[in-house]
T-cell receptor, first 115, second 112 residues
Framework: DGGITQSPKYLFRKEGQNVTLSCEQN?????MYWYRQDPGQGLRLIYY???????QKGDIAEGYSVSREKKESFPLTVTSAQKNPTAFYLC??????????????FGPGTRLTVL | GQQVMQIPQYQHVQEGEDFTTYCNSS?????IQWYKQRPGGHPVFLIQ?????EVKKQKRLTFQFGEAKKNSSLHITATQTTDVGTYFC????????????FGTGTQLKVEL
């Protein structure tokens, strides 16, 4: 059963703690993305990776960090430096689209609440 | 700031009425994709448009890409309760690399 998994679905953390959200895909996609979704603001790109061991900042990278050590995995760490971390986080993947434009496949998301 | 805007932000319709959402970019887009997110779910790809002035149809849904490649629209004919959700446009800004910029989304509610 191919797809993207994100865990956990709901996550609660105390203010000041770092937290890592997992994202795994078995679609054999080279590109992976992390988005943040807030009401009324659509999806905003945090980080993306076109290939293993390489990643680029998106529009709102401050307070976040990522790694891409394996093709299948793209974990996102929300650090204590992120001022408003409570949000719905979506991971996506796609074929590497250097020559064409490919659709993105999304995981079910993780809803992070910082208390 | 947000470079791709959608209007309206919310739309309530009676079942059977038509619905249109508009997507406007401040810069030229290389392509436009449309996604649908059901309540409590995640975005799912609907379609992609690449050519200037392109029009594509999927049953009751009609997608259009503007001649200047700065705007797009999604029109649903005779809405059904299954159309409920938030519709997002997303495009690659010309010269902006391979990342997608998503629109702000239009939330559609359909009442019986």
């Amino acid at each position: 059963d191919g797809g993207i998994t994100q865990s956990p679905k709901y996550l609660f953390r105390k203010e000041g703690q770092n937290v890592t959200l997992s994202c795994e895909q078995n679609l054999n996609h080279d590109a992976m993305y992390w988005y943040r979704q807030d009401p009324g603001q659509g999806l905003r790109l945090i980080y993306y990776s076109q290939i293993v061991n390489d990643f680029q900042k998106g529009d709102i990278a401050e307070g976040y960090s990522v790694s891409r050590e394996k093709k299948e995995s793209f974990p996102l760490t929300v650090t204590s430096a992120q001022k408003n971390p409570t949000a719905f986080y979506l991971c996506a993947s796609s074929l590497a689209d250097f020559q064409s434009y490919n659709e993105q496949f999304f995981g079910p998301g993780t809803r992070l609440t910082v208390l | 700031g947000q470079q791709v805007m959608q209007i309206p932000q919310y739309q309530h319709v009676q079942e059977g009425e038509d619905f249109t959402t508009y997507c406007n970019s401040s810069t030229t887009l290389s392509n436009i994709q449309w996604y649908k997110q059901r309540p409590g779910g995640h975005p799912v790809f609907l379609i992609q448009l690449v050519k200037s002035g392109e029009v594509k149809k999927q049953k009751r849904l009609t997608f259009q890409f503007g001649e200047a490649k700065k705007n797009s629209s999604l029109h649903i004919t005779a809405t059904q309760t299954t159309d409920v959700g938030t519709y997002f446009c997303a495009g690659r800004i010309t010269g902006g690399g391979n990342k997608l910029t998503f629109g702000t989304g239009t939330q559609l509610k359909v009442e019986l």
